[in-house]
C-alpha cells in the first residue's frame, strides 16, 4: 500500500484538529455540546480543503522548475512532496493565530458578563437596509476624508415588510433597528427610555406606511466622546474602516447620570465597504434594556459588547444631547 496519500491528507488535517483545540475560535451556542470532537466536525473538512488547494500552488514549480523539482526528489526522496501540505499547513495556524483567534474569552463567557451598566447592541444576524431599498439620506456637503459619510434619514424607512414579519427586534448593516407592536409594549411596559417610533415604508408600495406593526426606533440620547483609553483604529487600504480594538470600549462613568436606555455613540464606525458592516453610529443599551432584549425578545449574549466605564477627570463630558 502506498502511504503517501494518507500522509498528504493527514498533514492536511493538522489546521482543523489544531483549531478545534480552541474553544472560543468558532462558538457552538448550546454549551453543552462546545466541544473538541463537536468542534472538530466542522473544522476539519473545511480547513482540510483550504489547505489542499494552498498546498497545490507548489506544484507550479514542476511546471516551471522541472530540473529543480526532480532534483529535489532525486536527492531526498519522493516524501518530499509532504513539504507542501506540511508548509500549507503551518501558513494556515500562523494566519489564524495572528488574524483571526482571540487572546482571551468571548465577554459572554466571561463571568461578569451580566453585570455591566452599559453594552453595545450590535446583533450578529443583519438584515439590509434602507438605503438598499431607496431610502432618501442627506449628506454633510463637507466632510473630512479621514471620517466615515453617514447620511441623515430625510424620511420614513424603506424595507421588505415580508422579512420583517419573523422578527420582533430586527437589526440592519446600516445600524437600524425595527420592532414589532409586541416589543414596543415590552418596552412600555419595562419603562425603557431614551427613543421614539417612525412607521416603516414597504419597497413594494412605498406611498403608504406599514399598518401598525412594524416601527423603526431613533435614539433619543446622543453620547459624548468615548474616554481616550478606547483604542480607534483607522485603516484605508483597501479602504477607509474604522473599529475599536478588541472591542474594548470606554466611557467616563459621569455619562451614567443622563444616560438612557436607548443611546447612540457620537463616534461612527464601520467601513466604506459595508464590511462587517456600514459607516454608523453605534447603539448603547443599559444594563436594564439588554436583560429585556435577552430574556423577553429572544436576543443572544453575543449580540451585546459591554461598556468599560472609567474614571477620566481629563475628558471633558459635556451634556448630553436629548433630542427627537
Known amino acids: 500500500m502506498d502511504y503517501l496519500i494518507l500522509f498528504y491528507f493527514l498533514i492536511s488535517t493538522i489546521p482543523g484538529i489544531y483549531l478545534a483545540t480552541k474553544k472560543y475560535f468558532f462558538v457552538i451556542p448550546n454549551e453543552k455540546?462546545?466541544?473538541?470532537?463537536?468542534?472538530?466536525?466542522?473544522?476539519?473538512?473545511?480547513?482540510?480543503?483550504?489547505?489542499?488547494?494552498?498546498?497545490?500552488?507548489?506544484?507550479?514549480f514542476e511546471v516551471f522548475l522541472e530540473d529543480f523539482s526532480n532534483y529535489l526528489i532525486g536527492y531526498f526522496g519522493r516524501y518530499i512532496i509532504l513539504g507542501m501540505p506540511a508548509l500549507a499547513s503551518l501558513i494556515t495556524i500562523l494566519f489564524f493565530e495572528m488574524f483571526c483567534l482571540r487572546k482571551d474569552m468571548p465577554f459572554e463567557f466571561q463571568n461578569d458578563f451580566m453585570n455591566h451598566e452599559?453594552?453595545?447592541f450590535m446583533p450578529e444576524q443583519r438584515i439590509v437596509g434602507g438605503n438598499y431599498y431607496k431610502t432618501k439620506?442627506?449628506?454633510?456637503?463637507?466632510r473630512e476624508s479621514?471620517?466615515?459619510?453617514?447620511?441623515?434619514?430625510?424620511?420614513?424607512l424603506i424595507l421588505d415588510l415580508k422579512i420583517l414579519e419573523k422578527y420582533d427586534v430586527a437589526y440592519t448593516h446600516n445600524g437600524e433597528i425595527v420592532v414589532g407592536k409586541n416589543a414596543l409594549d415590552i418596552f412600555s411596559l419595562n419603562n425603557l427610555s431614551g427613543y421614539y417610533t417612525k412607521h416603516i415604508k414597504d419597497h413594494r408600495n412605498p406611498l403608504f406606511v406599514s399598518d401598525n406593526k412594524k416601527f423603526q426606533i431613533f435614539s433619543q440620547c446622543n453620547l459624548p466622546k468615548m474616554a481616550p483609553k478606547t483604542k480607534i483604529c483607522h485603516t484605508r487600504v483597501p479602504w477607509l474602516a474604522i473599529c475599536v480594538h478588541n472591542d474594548l470600549i470606554y466611557y467616563d462613568k459621569k455619562i451614567l447620570n443622563n444616560v438612557s436606555?436607548?443611546?447612540k455613540s457620537f463616534e461612527v464606525f464601520g467601513s466604506h465597504d459595508g464590511f462587517p458592516y456600514a459607516p454608523q453610529h453605534l447603539w448603547i443599551v443599559t444594563n436594564k434594556a439588554m436583560k429585556v432584549l435577552i430574556n423577553e425578545l429572544d436576543q443572544q449574549k453575543r449580540d451585546f459588547i459591554?461598556?468599560?466605564?472609567?474614571?477620566?477627570?481629563?475628558?471633558n463630558i459635556p451634556s448630553i444631547n436629548n433630542s427627537k
Open 33 to 60: 455540546y462546545n466541544i473538541f470532537f463537536v468542534r472538530l466536525i466542522f473544522s476539519v473538512p473545511a480547513l482540510t480543503i483550504f489547505v489542499l488547494l494552498l498546498s497545490l500552488i507548489p506544484l507550479l
Open 306 to 315: 459591554p461598556v468599560n466605564l472609567v474614571d477620566d477627570e481629563k475628558n
Open 146 to 156: 479621514k471620517e466615515l459619510l453617514v447620511g441623515i434619514q430625510a424620511e420614513d
Open 261 to 263: 436606555d436607548f443611546n
Open 137 to 142: 439620506f442627506t449628506y454633510p456637503k463637507k
Open 118 to 120: 452599559l453594552y453595545v
